[in-house]
């Protein structure tokens, strides 16, 4: 029989104190300042309807807190994951109702959770680890441009569909030459981005992403904008679903199921490596297999509750610990507070305009667009740069789905390249400095006379052998002295 007291959530309630209540109240509004709209706006982003992401946020927050390891680590909605979703649902739901786009979604959640805690079992966790730095950074770039060009019809108050950015963009212009910008939906988008963008560049604590939505539906009520034509989210059905099982269509399930691999395979990434990173911070040891059944745990409750597949969430996680949170309790209570909205407020968030939750994906999009590291790889290694912009290029032209495939060849390439042909250096002395360091990056440094100190970056094998010979020889023909 299973000790309860092994349970991660049954153990911090055991050693819950009182003192820990108030700070963990007051992270858990924060948090769900960022819950509310987050969890709408990726919904829609993924192809379901905005509630999906309430049901989804409170879902694998619960299933977490009970069975996380790690005292901080929020998981739900994800901008990442969203773009995948609503390619996957697209892959086998060419014209359907929203009924199906969420049993669909149930089925990626349930597939992704149990491969997620196969990978646990398994004591797999390092399959995370297979996509080199720069192809993930081009990937999940890739990613940020798709969102932003999908975003841009709605923020102008019209939709546009497609999978790759040559499609989305020709729906988009043919939407503006066909006359559908709405004028008052782009500007309460463009405001709602702007509130968001400055106040997180000035204000870091304080929720612009709630302000932003707030005035969008205070704006909509005061300038009776729906009858201007301003598309909004609509009636909120009120309470939260019985668990159930989706079911869909047994010739769509292989196509999900390849879908989910890729779903797994961003969510472990994201997960793991925020998790390590709160460790390390917190000087905390958590066991990555352990958090990887978690995942699966929480994948799992969320497909059971009409929701999608969710990740690890960087800012809710960094808002909680910003905000003085202690453990899993914040977001308990956080999904208390959404679970209160669905009960008794849900009509309070019927008139929030479609063009504010785009806003709120293109202010993802913006900040998971990481242009400091391609900078830096410019500057660094520029094989490394082109293969992140190898990336990049592969998702925006090919799709989310099939960029995944893209990303995979190209890590396997740069792996295989790297060992058959590595990086290698002369090294020389720099005064004041200890050790040794590549002359070619470091201008200043000045080799031992009559000794050439070379470093090979790569194990020697069959297919580098004879380079390595090669490169001695010449190395020893290159230098100054005997």
């Excluded at 194990?459 to 010449?474: G, K, M, Q, S, T």
Aim: with cysteine.
């Amino acid at each position: 029989m299973i000790d309860p007291r092994r349970i991660p959530g049954v153990r911090m309630l055991l050693g819950y104190r009182r003192a820990q209540l108030v700070p963990d109240l007051g992270a858990a509004v924060a948090v769900t300042a960022l819950m509310i709209p987050h969890g709408m706006a990726y919904a829609e982003l993924g192809g379901t309807p905005a509630v999906t992401g309430l049901y989804t946020t409170v879902a694998a927050v619960v299933a977490y807190a009970v069975f996380g390891p790690s005292r901080h680590l929020l998981l739900g909605p994800d901008s990442s994951l969203a773009p995948l979703i609503a390619a996957a649902i697209s892959l086998v739901l060419a014209d359907g109702s929203p009924a199906d786009a969420i049993a669909i979604a149930g089925v990626l959640a349930l597939m992704t959770g149990a491969l997620c805690w196969l990978v646990g079992m398994l004591r797999l966790g390092y399959v995370a680890e297979l996509l080199s730095r720069p192809v993930q950074v081009g990937y999940l770039n890739g990613l940020a441009i798709i969102m932003v060009c999908s975003q841009a019809a709605k923020l102008c108050g019209f939709s546009a569909g497609g999978e790759t950015v040559p499609v989305i963009l020709d729906g988009f212009f043919t939407g503006l030459s066909n006359n559908l910008l709405n004028g008052w939906a782009l500007t309460v988008g463009l405001a709602a981005l702007a509130v968001i963008l400055v106040v997180a560049r000035n204000w870091p604590r304080v929720p612009g992403v709630l302000i932003a939505v707030l005035g969008a539906i205070v704006a909509v009520e005061a300038f009776d904008l729906v009858a201007e034509g301003v598309p909004v989210v609509g009636e909120i059905p009120t309470g939260f679903p019985s668990p159930s099982i989706p079911s869909v269509d047994r010739a769509d399930l292989w196509p999900l199921f390849l879908a989910s691999l890729g779903l797994t395979w961003v969510t472990l990434t994201d997960t793991t490596a925020l998790s390590r990173g709160i460790a390390s911070r917190d000087g905390d040891r958590v066991d990555p297999n352990a958090e990887i059944k978690a995942l699966g745990v929480s994948n799992a409750a969320a497909g059971l509750f009409q929701g999608f597949p969710i990740s690890a969430s960087t800012s809710r996680t960094a808002t909680s610990q910003a905000s003085g949170g202690t453990s899993q309790m914040v977001g308990v209570i956080s999904a208390a507070f959404v679970l209160l909205l669905l009960l008794v407020g849900a009509g309070a968030i019927e008139s929030l305009p479609d063009s504010a939750l785009a806003a709120v994906v293109i202010a993802a999009a913006i900040h998971l667009f990481d242009h400091r590291e391609m900078v830096w790889l410019f500057a660094a290694r520029r094989s490394e740069f082109w293969l992140c912009v190898a990336a990049i290029t592969g998702v925006v032209l090919l799709g989310v789905l099939n960029g995944i495939l893209v990303a995979v060849a190209l890590s396997l390439v740069n792996f295989v390249r790297r060992l058959w042909r590595p990086y290698d250096a002369v090294l020389g002395r720099i005064e004041k400095r200890r050790g040794d360091h590549d002359v070619d990056r470091n201008p200043d440094a000045r080799e031992v006379p009559g000794l050439v100190l070379f470093r090979f970056d790569a194990p020697l094998f069959f297919a580098n052998a004879e380079h390595f010979v090669r490169r001695i020889h010449d190395v020893v023909a290159e230098s100054d002295g005997p």
